[in-house]
């Protein structure tokens, strides 16, 4: 029995190419059926661990995005809400009212919020931006 490197099925000692991929055959050794089978099942372990690394780092990466936003959003509603406070009405001021500045960064916020809560789209867990 040989082992095919690119795919790992277990092919026929007689055969020059892989059955499943074509794949050729030419420089593997024959070796037992144990063997062969012995060696593919540590194949699919390491792919199966391979696997599961990138999916904790891809897990790990959504957790910091998701940091990032409520870090963002919590900001945009606190300097909000701090300008709105700290400020007076004052309609014409140039270049930018602290009133009306206050009043947009508290409605990104809560929009931002609102897109993170509800979602954007159909989705089962109400997170649109974050689908699988």
Known sequence: ???????GAIVSGENDRCGICSAGLWQTTKKPLEEAVQEGERVEGDAADQLMRKERASARRIVI???GVYV???VLILSGFLLL????????SFPFPPFWTG???VWLGV????YVVIGAGPSERGLGWWRR
């Open 72 to 74: 963002v959003t919590v």
């Open 111 to 114: 929009g931002m919020l609102l």
């Open 85 to 92: 406070l700290n400020s007076t009405y004052a309609p014409l």
């Open 65 to 67: 995005i998701r940091l």
């Open 103 to 105: 009043l947009v960064l």
């Open 1 to 7: 029995m040989k082992l095919c490197p690119k795919c």
